[in-house]
């Protein structure tokens, strides 16, 4: 068998996890197969294990394929019950050893500093102390929940060790990535805190090396959908074009859900929309049980990837009303982006975290948290409206959201990486 040449591994909650991040691993990998990388592996959980984590999964009868030449490993836990953690990061850690061992200069880019960039940490260290010499080059992504969630939740807890502990895995690496504006900006706020605390010295590192590489999307899925497939789809669920609101996102507080459920039993639209929320998520079956006198609410939990765009370009509007959580901020928010590229009609949501990124100009805003002005915002878009303002909206949101096509992404973010030579 001919040795690979060129070699891309991201260590990632990939597919089936119902995630925008898996959708990134996804469009690099197949991206780098045009770019000269000639084995790209996705490095991943079990199945089993996604389940038991109670994370929001895709259906898993219609995952979309990957192109031949991307493989996705799962590898097994290391060692028995009597390891009650940390079984299957052996297992991701020892496999990307074995990959490292081989010669092929490698390319490892993680995604979520927790614990993805400490497999990658703990790999290389390994791989270099057993004197394989590995020819590979680290980068290290840093999502909405490493900085929301991880990062946040040890300031607010007092654990500056575990602090001191991500950053510097994090800035361990040869690069280290934001994936917006707003999430650098975090980073380094937060850099500041420890430093603040421990005489540490992150916050300069941070802002001297940390770069934005926003989210990839593969924009050929939402352009050009055809108008007799969407008619197709929304037949299929007892919904005519022009006809819904869509919620379309993981169904969390944060994602501004409660509030849309309450603002829409308050509008004069709803006699002519309904509201679709499609997805899954800790929220579901509450917001289910809350709605459940309301006929004009619609539940999808079995959205795959080829029906997205189509109920995306259906719908009356897209409203995101995501809003601040102590547990979470819209980093960016690509299924906004996502919603520009599928056309339709216009989206409503808010200038929360990285939102303003994703749509620029073109979206309809309104203050998160406020039901009221959710309501009239909502109403104005489906009833006042003119179809040239619309149109004018579709336009710009389309042209802006192209900005992050998948090639584009990915030649600036791994313009022309070439992992060292060995030493010795």
């Known amino acids: 068998m001919t040795r690979p040449s060129r070699r891309l591994v991201i260590v990632v909650r990939a597919d089936p996890v119902i995630c925008g991040h898996s959708g990134e691993a996804r469009n690099l990998a197949e991206v780098a197969l045009t770019r000269g990388f000639t084995d790209v592996r996705l490095l991943t959980w079990p199945i089993p294990t996604l389940q038991a984590a109670g994370l929001p999964l895709k259906p898993l009868d219609r995952l979309l394929p990957y192109s031949p030449g991307i493989t996705v490993e799962r590898p097994e836990a290391v060692g028995d019950y009597r390891v009650p953690d940390g079984r299957h990061l052996a297992g991701l850690t020892g496999r990307l050893v074995e990959l490292l061992s081989d010669g092929v200069p490698t390319t490892c880019l993680s995604m979520y500093l927790v614990p993805h960039t400490t497999v990658v940490r703990d790999a290389v260290a390994a791989a270099r102390a057993a004197g394989f010499a590995p020819q590979v080059h680290t980068i290290a992504k ?230 009221a002005a959710l309501v009239a915002t909502v109403d104005r878009v489906v009833l006042e409206m003119s179809a040239a303002e619309k149109l004018d909206r579709e336009v710009r949101a389309r042209a802006y959201a192209m900005s992050f096509d998948r090639a584009a992404v990915f030649d600036q973010l791994l313009p022309t990486v070439a992992p060292p030579a060995p030493v010795g």
């Open 142 to 371: 840093a999502v909405g929940s490493d900085v929301t969630n991880v990062i946040r939740s040890c300031l607010r807890d007092g654990q500056f060790g575990a602090a001191t502990v991500l950053f510097t895995t994090f800035l361990a690496n040869d690069e280290v990535v934001a994936v917006s504006q707003y999430t650098r900006d975090e980073i380094v706020a937060a850099a500041e805190q420890v430093d603040a605390h421990c005489g540490t010295g992150f916050a300069e590192q941070c802002r001297r090396r940390v770069t934005v590489s926003y989210p990839p999307i593969d924009t050929s899925a939402y352009l050009g959908v055809d108008p007799a497939a969407v008619d197709a789809a929304l037949a299929r669920r007892g919904l005519e074009r022009g006809g819904y609101l869509l919620f379309l996102s993981r169904v969390a507080r944060a994602k501004g859900i409660y509030d849309l459920v309450v603002a829409y039993g308050q509008m004069r639209c709803r006699d002519q929309v309904r509201l679709v929320v499609a997805g899954t998520g800790p929220a579901l079956e509450h917001v289910q049980a809350m709605s459940k006198e309301d006929e004009r609410i619609t539940f999808l939990t079995d959205v795959d990837d080829t029906e997205k765009p189509l109920l995306m370009a259906g719908c009356a509007a897209y409203v995101l009303p995501t809003k601040p959580e102590p547990d979470f901020v819209e980093t960016f928010g690509i299924a906004l982006a996502e919603k520009a590229l599928a056309g339709g009609g216009p989206i409503v949501t808010t200038l929360t975290g990285g939102t303003g990124e994703a749509v620029g100009d073109t979206a309809v805003i309104v203050e998160s948290g406020d039901i």
